[in-house]
């Protein structure tokens, strides 16, 4: 079955960075779509960062120039780079992919950005 497992959180202070990965099995992950999402306390969660099959990305504004998604087909592994990390950006961290039709989601990983 479909299985996404996050991994790479933790406590960094403000400005740091960590590098999020998601490991992935079950379906073909070079032919989907993978993405990066987010949910902050009392928030909903909210798009960071896709990217598709052929490589491109798209990111939200508010992490543009601060965060890099990228992916390796060989090792079925998605990476969320987060530099010059703040406070805002304390959220729990979801990974998902497109297959076929459908959305999945890993259980996340949590960020918490703090002095």
């Known amino acids: 079955q479909v299985q996404l497992v996050e991994s790479g959180g933790g406590l960094v202070q403000p400005g740091g960075s960590l590098r999020l990965s998601c490991e992935a099995s079950g379906f073909t992950f070079s032919r989907s779509a993978m993405g990066w999402y987010r949910q902050a306390p009392g928030k909903e969660r909210e798009l960071v960062a896709t990217i598709t099959s052929d490589g491109t990305t798209n990111y939200a504004g508010s992490v543009k120039g601060r965060f890099t998604i990228s992916r390796d087909n060989a090792k079925n592994t998605l990476y969320l780079q987060m530099n010059s990390l703040n406070p805002e950006d304390t959220a729990v961290y979801y990974c998902?992919?497109?297959?076929?039709?459908?959305?999945?989601w890993g259980k996340g990983t949590l960020v918490t950005v703090s002095s």
């Open positions: 998902n992919g497109l297959i076929g039709l459908r959305l999945y």
